[in-house]
């Protein structure tokens, strides 16, 4: 039961996430933030097979995700934006 609670919170905290950046809410989020739709797929697929611990894992991992798009955003340093940028190493 904990465990329900747990990831119906965590669905939840991301959902709210999404909602409260207009940036992301403007654009595909699949395609600005290709990492956070690919987790929810995962999880919803350990979920199918009745894997729960393993789909909490991936709902804290897609959580982490938009998060960071999130801050990348913030920081004016959106995917697109940021796709032609060089790194440096080191």
Known sequence: MAKYAMTLGLMALVSVGVAASPSLAD???AARCPAYPSH???ARA????????????ELRLADDALRSCLRDEAA???LIAGHGRRHRVG
């Open 27 to 29: 654009a595909s989020i």
């Open 40 to 42: 929810l797929r995962v």
């Open 46 to 57: 350990y979920l199918a097979e009745g894997k729960r611990a393993a789909a909490l894992v």
């Open 76 to 78: 004016g340093g959106s």
